[in-house]
């Protein structure tokens, strides 16, 4: 039997392959050769074999078959041998497989080896995938090793250590007393480990915590040695010593001196320190800074050094590599809670960042915008956020739009009224970017702006010619046509204005769509009804309600026969309708969870008024907005009152009573004068 | 790994700081590929594609930072191989950056000027590199000089052909 051709003449070949198909083939009959090669349990050739299978494995081949072959490998005696076995367990094997468990015995065998490069590698394997069980088996080893004097080891089995903890945190404990003069060292490779296992063992245990605090003096000593020492030509990364162990200390140093006044003031200096004097003209340098900036933002640090944090990240912000401004950002946007002025200090360079070319720094500085909006800066803010709303990519639209809406709803005045319905409309014509539960909030919005109402009726009209699928439009849209369709077709417009027959035809087409949820041909069906006294074209929308009198949708059917009623009993007003009579719908949702049972709606009004209930449509309200109560209430004003009513609700949700009492004082002059 | 609550005044997340490290070419080939975490396949491979496909149509002067779930991948390009690196999302991406880097130089210093050829035909040596650099997600030595002189010495342990063929196996 020939030997197996060796591994790079494997790969030469592979890659000579002009298709998939011939690449698949080649790969196959590779394949068969080393499985009969593994029948035969070929010693010699095993390693090249198993080579060539984590080859072809990551060509995304399946390579199982060489499970235990890696095992046979990290057995044998032969270092070439346990190289590439303990290579191969950590790529075809994993802790959920039992077949993993059969390497215990050699890694516990490797951990004593006598060459310490083969103890590395039971090391660094355990500590890359080391199961439970193993670790349980194996860590008093790895304890072991973490006492010796050999440095490489050391290194390994603290990081090893680290990863038995992660596994099996009960076995933490056990670790300690190895840990007393692990900072003692001089070697970087243990410093830098000991600091991840001693970070490690912090975060877990609030008794480890509290233990290792006493090391905030040695930890501060060495990071001082690191800035002020010379150049060290093993450590040093463009002028700066060993930033992955500076890095690591201040992480540590992060997690001792949070919520602990003595700790955090015992590293106040030495931050100041290294945020003044790290150079930052290149990428490891501010990597350090910015870690310093998240230490001092975490610890109980003086209102100075916060300071000169914030300042840092505003720095950072007009740096030309975009990774930094990207981390300022992201930084700012955590710290805004904490200290909302300090960063409102940057806000223009913030809102520079919204015009970047950059995508990922553009979404931050919109978050981030959105975070600093208050009631000082409400217009230029919207300004430029609606500027931005308009000109952004489609995948940002969703989120800047609810963000517009937000901010306008809790910082909107009276005086910015047309500023927040341009903004609310903007979100609204933007798509399907605004919640569903968003809208009886933007219909109130537009009632409230009553010189905006032509403009707005006209503008989603429009919309809705365009797109009749994002339901939150379609159905603000909707109800405003409802509502102001006199003004749509009067000619207050300063576009073409559409006639009758082309709205109930837009309205009409709303109701037959697929595209309409439910909740959506409600809305339509009792826009076609309101239009009912604004236009002409009366005896159209009585037959369309009569046809959906007799729907399958039950929402649907209520609405209509309701409608039809009010055609049959009340038409008589239509005509000379009492102008003394208020005819008031009342709609009730309910956006929870549990559906409201033995809904009762009552209403009081001052004593020159009289009130006339009809039933209401049901006394369940649907949950999750699914469905609304409707109910008519009928208002005579003969002293023609500004209209007040206080209204009670009463309902059973979850199981209990509830009660809720209002008074409703805002009806539109319309209603009652 | 798990998320475990903790009593409020301790960090949340006790997952490693790296969660994986992918080579792969400008035609999205795979060239390394070290998993700091438990995965299935199925995963891996979902990942994997996930990546390659995100990380290349990245536009040529975006920053090199990307959010993916709960991580924050690093990227960066060197000649036709991108390295792409996930961390956990309260890491530090531009020590992520320095740590990619580092990991170039080591390559490049044991290679000697390197090239995409030389990971492709020697791709356990890169693994052996990146395991004296990096181990259970942690960097594990940040001397460069201390692990090419390790990775030296074991080769140097590495039997020859006759001493190989001459020793006995168990």
Same mark, same amino acid.
């Given at each position: 039997m020939p030997a197996p051709i060796r591994l790079r003449e494997l790969i030469r070949t592979i890659r000579t392959a002009r298709t998939q198909a011939e690449e698949r083939e080649m790969i196959q009959k590779e394949c068969a050769a080393i499985r009969s090669s593994f029948r035969e349990e070929d010693n010699t050739y095993r390693c090249r074999n198993v080579a060539k299978l984590l080859y072809m494995h990551m060509l995304g081949y399946p390579a199982h078959f060489g499970q235990l072959e890696c095992l046979k490998l990290i057995a044998s005696q032969k270092f070439t041998d346990k190289r590439i076995g303990y290579l191969g367990a950590m790529l075809l094997l994993d802790e959920r497989q039992d077949v993993h468990l059969l390497m215990t015995n050699c890694i516990k065998n490797d951990l004593n080896h006598s060459t310490q490069y083969v103890q590395g590698l039971a090391l660094c394997t355990l500590g890359c995938m080391g199961s439970s069980e193993m670790c349980r088996d194996l860590a008093g080893e790895v304890e072991k090793l973490l006492k010796t004097s050999n440095s490489y080891l050391r290194k390994k089995a603290a990081l090893c250590a680290v990863h038995v903890i992660r596994k099996v945190p009960e076995l933490m404990e056990m670790f300690l007393p190895a840990t007393k003069n692990l900072l003692s060292e001089k070697n970087h490779g243990v410093l830098h480990t000991s600091v991840v296992l001693l970070t490690e063992m912090c975060e877990r245990s609030p008794d480890m915590l509290a233990h290792f605090r006493k090391l905030v003096p040695q930890l501060v000593r060495i990071l001082k040695n690191l800035i002020m020492s010379g150049y060290s030509p093993e450590h040093d990364v463009s002028g700066i010593s060993d930033p992955f162990l500076q890095v690591r200390i201040l992480r540590l140093l992060r997690i001792l001196g949070k919520s602990d006044d003595d700790s955090s003031e015992a590293m106040n200096d030495i931050l100041a320190q290294v945020a003044t004097n790290t150079e930052t003209s290149k990428n490891v340098g501010n990597a350090i800074l910015y870690e310093t900036v998240l230490t001092i933002m975490d610890i109980k640090s003086e209102s100075g050094l916060r300071v000169l944090a914030i300042n840092i990240l505003g720095r950072f912000l007009l740096n030309n590599d975009k990774n930094i401004r990207y981390v300022a950002l992201t930084s700012l946007l955590k710290t805004v809670q904490t200290d909302h002025n300090a960063v409102q200090r940057h806000r223009s360079t913030i809102v520079d960042c919204l015009k970047d070319l950059d995508v990922s720094i553009k979404r931050r500085a919109m978050e981030l915008s959105f975070a600093l909006v208050n009631g000082n800066n409400i217009r230029g803010m919207m300004k430029e956020l609606l500027y931005f709303l308009d000109s952004c990519d489609p995948e940002f639209k969703a989120d800047c739009a609810s963000g517009v809406f937000l901010a306008a709803e809790k910082y909107g005045t009276d005086s910015l009224t047309s500023l927040h319905v341009t903004a609310v409309l903007s979100c609204v014509l933007a798509g399907s970017y605004v919640r569903d539960d968003s809208v009886p909030n933007l219909i109130q919005l537009i009632t409230n702006s009553v010189e905006m109402h032509a403009y707005t009726v006209q503008r989603l009209y429009k919309a809705l010619l365009d797109d009749i699928s994002q339901q939150p439009l379609v159905q603000v849209a909707s109800w405003c046509i409802g509502e102001y369709g006199d003004l749509l077709v009067?000619?207050?417009? =300063? =576009? =073409?204005e559409p006639i009758q027959d082309e709205v109930l035809d837009v309205l009409e087409g709303l109701l037959v769509s697929n595209l309409s949820t439910p909740v959506t041909r409600g809305y339509a069906l009792t826009a076609i009804m309101k239009l009912s006294t604004r236009f002409s074209s009366v005896n159209r929308i009585k037959k369309v309600v009569s046809i959906y009198g007799s729907s399958i949708d039950v929402e649907l059917q209520q609405r209509a026969v309701e409608y039809n009623a009010l055609f049959k009993k009340y038409d008589h007003m239509r005509a000379n309708p009492n102008p003394n009579i208020a005819v008031i719908t009342i709609h009730a949702s309910n956006s929870t969870e549990a559906e409201m049972t033995d809904f009762v709606f009552q209403a009081a009004v001052p004593k020159t008024f009289q009130l006339q209930l009809l039933s209401p449509s049901s006394n369940v309200v649907p949950a999750l907005n699914q469905g609304t109560v409707t109910q008519v209430i009928r208002v005579l004003n003969p002293q023609k009152q500004q209209l007040r009513m206080r209204i009670k609700l009463t309902y059973t949700h979850k199981g209990s009573p509830v009660q809720d009492l209002a008074e409703v004082n805002n009806f539109p002059p319309q209603s009652w004068q | 790994m798990c998320l475990i609550v903790a009593p409020s005044d301790l960090l949340v997340c006790l997952c490693c700081q790296m969660r994986f490290l992918l080579l792969f070419s400008r035609q999205g080939k795979l060239r390394l590929q070290k998993w700091f975490t438990p995965m299935s396949d199925r995963e891996k491979k979902k990942i994997i594609r996930d990546m390659t496909t995100m990380v290349l149509a990245r536009q040529p002067r975006s920053c090199n930072f990307l959010h993916w779930k709960d991580l924050k991948i690093i990227y960066k390009r060197y000649a036709s191989l991108y390295f792409c690196l996930a961390i956990e999302s309260q890491e530090n991406e531009l020590l992520a950056l320095e740590v990619i880097h580092r990991y170039v130089e080591l390559l490049d210093k044991y290679f000697g000027n390197v090239c995409e050829l030389d990971i492709i035909f020697n791709f356990e040596k890169a693994y052996f590199i990146l395991d004296e650099f990096l181990m259970g997600g942690e960097i594990q030595e940040t001397s460069k000089q201390v692990v090419n002189r390790c990775i030296e010495s074991s080769d140097m342990l590495q039997e020859t052909m006759e001493e190989y063929m001459s020793k006995p196996a168990f």
């Open positions: 009067s000619g207050q417009c =300063e =576009e =073409e | -």
